[in-house]
Nanobody, 126 residues
Framework: QVQVVESGGSVVQAGGSLRLSCTAS????????MAWFRQAPGKEREGVAC????????MIADSVKGRFSTWRDNAKSTLWLQMNNLKPEDTGMYFC???????????????????WGQGTQVTVSS
């Protein structure tokens, strides 16, 4: 069973920065498109950012553009999410997702991904 594991969540003040990381088994990570999603209490899960299998293409949500960035290192089987200038509305559970057989694509809708981590909590205080 493939495991996807996120880490790095914490409590941070507004305006601060945080870096999340996501790992998966080596064989799966290198073969998969990877993405970050988040879910605030009482809200639907939304896509934040994604990277294609080789990391040559990605997408990022308008709500975080200019503040968040994501990149991957296949040699380390790790995906990162750098979050700068955090706002209280960024508070939520952040999930990492993977999909093999991605044919060079990545997307920001959750139904496309078939492997998920348990999430890591990010809380931004005002």
């Amino acid at each position: 069973q493939v495991q996807v594991v996120e880490s790095g969540g914490s409590v941070v003040q507004a305006g601060g920065s945080l870096r999340l990381s996501c790992t998966a088994s080596e064989s799966t990570f290198g073969a998969s498109a990877m993405a970050w999603f988040r879910q605030a209490p009482g809200k639907e899960r939304e896509g934040v950012a994604c990277k294609t299998r080789l990391g040559t293409y990605g997408m990022i949500a308008d709500s975080v553009k200019g503040r968040f960035s994501t990149w991957r290192d296949n040699a380390k089987s790790t995906l990162w999410l750098q979050m700068n200038n955090l706002k209280p509305e960024d508070t939520g559970m952040y999930f990492c997702a993977a999909r093999e057989y991605s044919f060079g694509n990545c997307h920001l809708f959750q139904e496309w991904y078939d492997k998920w981590g348990q999430g890591t909590q990010v809380t931004v205080s005002s």
